[in-house]
T-cell receptor, first 112, second 111 residues
Framework: KAGVTQTPRYLIKTRGQQVTLSCSPI?????VSWYQQTPGQGLQFLFE???????NKGNFPGRFSGRQFSNSRSEMNVSTLELGDSALYLC???????????FGSGTRLTVV | GQQLNQSPQSMFIQEGEDVSMNCTSS?????WLWYKQDPGEGPVLLIA?????ELTSNGRLTAQFGITRKDSFLNISASIPSDVGIYFC???????????FGKGITLSVRP
């Protein structure tokens, strides 16, 4: 079966711009979580959506937002990009916590 | 907030050796997960643990859920070059809680 698909794989943006990343979960998975990964900070939790509702939120500024659609696909948006937003953004989907989380390959965002 | 501690940051072993990594927390977790990440890819689930004291194997990998529910360890036996990567532990406090990750251990295997 198809895994978690994240698009695009690579993205270069200029400081001040905004960006939207997409995640298509495994079919049947209703939970989608987003993480930011940087060399110094590891995997930092951004937010989790379940059935179109934000269920958990990490400690990121309001410039980071997300949403989930009725087909469980999710998008995250970062407005007013800063250089420090350069990172690998990972999405993970799950059928339920007891079944573990499956990650996509990530979107590598570079802000210049 | 909840934090998972993994150390050291890097480990270097010889091919064929066994290696053990542990993960500790000041909080209780009800589920422990171990992931491996290869360069340029997302983490891949290796082993999931759901009960205190549980010992689970997946090929050359063995992981245990600590009795106190505040720690877990992962053992890799007879290491091979493809074991190279970053190993993360992750914990879930409850069914609807967020997944918390450790900072990972980078494993290098010398041939």
């Amino acid at each position: 079966k198809a895994g978690v698909t994240q698009t695009p794989r690579y993205l270069i943006k200029t400081r001040g711009q905004q960006v939207t990343l997409s995640c298509s979960p495994i079919s049947g998975h209703r939970s989608v979580s987003w993480y930011q990964q940087t060399p110094g900070q590891g995997l930092q939790f951004l937010f989790e959506y379940f059935s179109e509702t934000q269920r958990n939120k990490g400690n990121f500024p309001g410039r980071f937002s997300g949403r989930q659609f009725s087909n469980s696909r999710s998008e995250m948006n970062v407005s007013t990009l800063e250089l420090g937003d350069s990172a690998l953004y990972l999405c993970a989907s799950s059928f339920g916590a007891a079944y573990g989380y499956t990650f996509g390959s990530g979107t590598r965002l570079t802000v210049v | 907030g909840q934090q998972l501690n993994q150390s050291p940051q890097s480990m270097f072993i010889q091919e064929g050796e066994d290696v053990s990594m542990n993960c500790t927390s000041s909080s209780i977790f009800n589920t422990w997960l171990w992931y491996k990440q290869d360069p340029g890819e997302g983490p891949v689930l290796l082993i999931a643990l759901y009960k205190a004291g549980e010992l689970t194997s997946n090929g050359r990998l063995t992981a245990q859920f600590g009795i106190t529910r505040k720690d877990s360890f992962l053992n890799i036996s007879a290491s091979i070059p493809s074991d190279v990567g970053i190993y993360f532990c992750a914990g879930l406090a409850g069914a609807n809680s967020k997944l918390t990750f450790g900072k990972g251990i980078t494993l290098s295997v010398r041939p």
